[in-house]
C-alpha cells in the first residue's frame, strides 16, 4: 500500500509564509500527478495546485502568484510554497497523489494524506 505523510502546516500570521511536505511511502512505480487540496468545514474540497506529469502546473485563482508548486519524483515528494498567506487561505490542505502505480499489483489508483491545518490569522 502507499501512505502519503503531509508536514509543514501551522498558524501564521497574514502576509507570512508556510511551505507544505507531502511524502509518498510504498512500492511505487510511478505517479502521474501530485497535488494539494484544501477544505474548510461545510464547504467542498477544492484543489489549490497541481503537479502534473512532472512538467505541467495548474493553479487555483486565487492562489496563483503567491503560491508555488515543485515537486521531486525520486523522492516522491510534493511541495507547496505557500506566502502572502491570507486568512481566507486558512483551511485543512491535503495532498492526493493519482494514477499511482505500485509494483505490488500494477494497478493505477488515487491517495490522500490525512490533511495538516493551515490558520492564517490576520
Known amino acids: 500500500q502507499v501512505q502519503l505523510v503531509e508536514s509543514g502546516g501551522g498558524l501564521m500570521q497574514a502576509g507570512g509564509s508556510l511551505r507544505l511536505s507531502c511524502v509518498a511511502s510504498?512500492?511505487?512505480?510511478?505517479?502521474?500527478?501530485m497535488g494539494w487540496h484544501r477544505q474548510v468545514p461545510g464547504k467542498q474540497r477544492e484543489l489549490v495546485a497541481a503537479?502534473?506529469?512532472?512538467?505541467?502546473?495548474v493553479y487555483t485563482d486565487s492562489v496563483k502568484g503567491r503560491f508555488t508548486i515543485s515537486r521531486d519524483n525520486a523522492k516522491n515528494t510534493v511541495y507547496l510554497q505557500m506566502n502572502s498567506l491570507r486568512p481566507e487561505d486558512s483551511a485543512v490542505y491535503y495532498c492526493?497523489?493519482?494514477?499511482?502505480?505500485?509494483?505490488?499489483?500494477?494497478?493505477?489508483?488515487?491517495?490522500w494524506g490525512q490533511g495538516t491545518q493551515v490558520t492564517v490569522a490576520s
Open positions: 492526493l497523489s493519482s494514477g499511482v502505480v505500485t509494483t505490488d499489483d500494477w494497478v493505477r489508483r488515487d491517495y
Open positions: 510504498g512500492n511505487i512505480y510511478s505517479i502521474n500527478a
Open positions: 503537479n502534473i506529469g512532472g512538467n505541467s502546473t
